[in-house]
């Protein structure tokens, strides 16, 4: 596709139930990003992926939290025993490292509502 | 540590007006990008405009400019002859790295614009 995809949009989880959200970075982009954004607030920093080398995950509020990124391309964040504070949007990015002037490219977001 | 803010949560303007956002960061690093993005109620992040803190000159891009003041460290966003697709919330966010495009974007609180008819 011509944009960053994610899947699904929007997810309920129970609290305690593991939940997983899809990346489809923009093809041949090799920086990929996660981001949670809280609702009224500015999007926060989660893991950064190189390639298939998750270089920074200095952002993973916990070790419920986990990322993948095993052939490069598709990433999955994956969260376990969800609690209602994980309830946010879920926003993945994509880049080239000699775009300098763009930035990141955004996909729509996963919005995960936790009960 | 790097730290965005953006003291305006919610600024509103007439049709056809100009408006600034404001925006000043705090880094130690000389190298670094600062952007815009626009997010509507629909949720996409819509990226808007970009300085680096080498350019020497204001970034602008079609009714969007930035007015960057180095030695202030703020980057406000100049929205001119607003419309009333102009409403959403604006972030500002840094990266680090004015040469590379790899680091991880800060972003500041938003602030929501309101263009009225």
């Known amino acids: ?115 | 540590a790097q730290k965005i803010t953006q003291t305006q949560p919610g600024m509103f303007v007439q049709e056809k007006e100009a408006v600034t956002l404001d925006c000043t960061y705090d880094t130690s690093d000389p190298s670094y990008g600062l952007f815009w993005y626009k997010q509507p109620s629909s949720g996409e992040m819509i990226f808007l405009i970009y300085q680096g803190s080498y350019d020497q000159q204001n970034a602008t891009e079609g009714r969007y400019s930035l007015n960057f003041q180095k030695a202030r460290k703020s980057a406000n966003l100049v929205i001119s002859a607003s419309q009333l697709g102009d409403s959403a919330m604006y972030f500002c966010a840094m990266r680090e790295g004015a040469t590379s495009n790899t680091g991880k974007l800060i972003f500041g609180q938003g602030t929501t614009l309101q263009v009225k008819p």
Do not use: M
């Open chain 1, 1 to 115: 596709g011509a944009g960053v995809s994610q899947s699904p949009r929007y997810k309920v989880a129970k609290r305690g139930q593991d939940v997983a959200l899809r990346c489809d970075p923009i093809s041949g982009h090799v920086s990929l990003f996660w981001y949670q954004q809280a609702l009224g607030q500015g999007p926060e920093f989660l893991t950064y992926f190189q390639n298939e080398a998750q270089l920074d995950k200095s952002g993973l509020p916990s070790d419920r939290f986990f990322a993948e990124r095993p052939e490069g391309s598709v990433s999955t964040l994956k969260i376990q025993r969800t609690q209602q504070e994980d309830s946010a949007v879920y926003l993945c990015a994509s880049s080239l490292p000699g775009l300098v002037q763009w930035g990141q490219f955004f996909g729509p977001g996963t919005r995960l509502t936790v009960l």
